[in-house]
């Protein structure tokens, strides 16, 4: 009857949680770099007065290389986590064989820092033990403090890493495919990308939970000043 009662009330209360944090964190990781590395190249190409033509091959090669290189860290990085994982979870479940009491023992720690007493985590620990594999993602959840990855996160980090870079990369190129001068090129790339920086840091903002307008601004921030530093440095360089 209790057990029917809390189904019930499960069923009346949908949570709405953020569940996509792993995808939103490699669309941020594609998109802000995207944004700000061809945005820095083609203003430190215009610096160093080259055409147009120039720098949007130029821009259309670091994107394409870029993402190639994003998309490849971003696999990398999540395959390395997936090893981790694999390693761990192999020398646990040898643990629990060899040293049961042991392993028994600190799943009695864990619950007694949640203010949980002796008797009442005892008959959950021998349940536990009665249950391997139960047992098992216990210890590598509340012990190690590893979910399982998803085995196909490697190539969907990847994937999404790199769609990200180049959707963020070709905004500060469009005006060089449509504006031969490069002065007014690079005044419309200017304009164009930070307000692409501040709408995706504002979204930034909104989706991590942090303050939307100063991500904005921070975003922002960052891209005038890394495109800033590369274009003078440029015009330093030519004297």
């Known amino acids: 009857m209790a057990g029917e009662l809390d189904k019930s009330l499960l069923n009346e209360h949908k949570e709405k949680h953020f569940t996509a944090g792993e995808v939103v964190r490699d669309i941020i990781i594609g998109v802000s770099d995207?944004?700000?590395?061809?945005?820095?190249l083609a203003a430190g190409l215009s610096g160093a007065n080259a055409s147009s033509?120039?720098?949007l091959t130029a821009g259309v090669a670091e994107v394409a290389a870029g993402a190639i290189s994003m998309g490849l860290g971003g696999y990398l990085a999540a395959k390395s986590e997936a090893d981790h994982y694999m390693r761990?979870?192999?020398?646990?479940?040898?643990?629990?064989?060899?040293?049961?009491?042991?392993?028994?023992?600190?799943?009695?720690?864990?619950?007694?820092d949640y203010g949980i007493l002796p008797h009442e985590y005892t008959p959950v620990v021998n349940a536990l033990r009665k249950n391997p594999k139960a047992?098992?993602?216990?210890?590598?959840?509340?012990?190690?403090?590893l979910e399982k990855p998803d085995p196909k996160r490697a190539f969907q980090s990847a994937f999404t890493i790199a769609i990200a870079?180049?959707?963020?990369?070709?905004?500060p190129l469009l005006p060089y495919m449509f504006i031969p001068t490069v002065t007014k090129a690079v005044l419309a790339s200017v304009v164009l990308t930070l307000m692409a920086l501040l709408?995706?840091?504002?979204?930034?903002?909104?989706?991590?939970?942090?303050?939307?307008?100063?991500?904005?601004f921070e975003t922002a921030l960052?891209?005038?000043?890394?495109?800033?530093?590369?274009?003078?440095m440029a015009k330093a360089i030519q004297g």
């Not at 995207?34 to 820095?40: I, Q």
């Not at 761990?88 to 720690?109: C, G, N, S, Y």
């Not at 903002?205 to 904005?216: D, E, I, L, V, W």
């Not at 960052?222 to 003078?232: C, D, N, Q």
């Open 34 to 40: 995207g944004l700000t590395v061809p945005f820095a």
């Open 53 to 55: 033509a120039v720098i």
């Open 88 to 112: 761990e979870l192999k020398r646990e479940q040898e643990e629990i064989i060899a040293v049961p009491d042991t392993e028994a023992a600190e799943v009695a720690e864990i619950l007694a």
């Open 135 to 145: 047992w098992l993602d216990f210890m590598m959840k509340f012990e190690l403090g």
């Open 165 to 171: 870079y180049i959707v963020g990369g070709l905004v």
């Open 199 to 216: 709408i995706f840091g504002y979204a930034k903002g909104h989706f991590t939970g942090n303050r939307p307008f100063k991500s904005a």
């Open 222 to 232: 960052i891209g005038a000043l890394a495109s800033a530093a590369a274009f003078g």
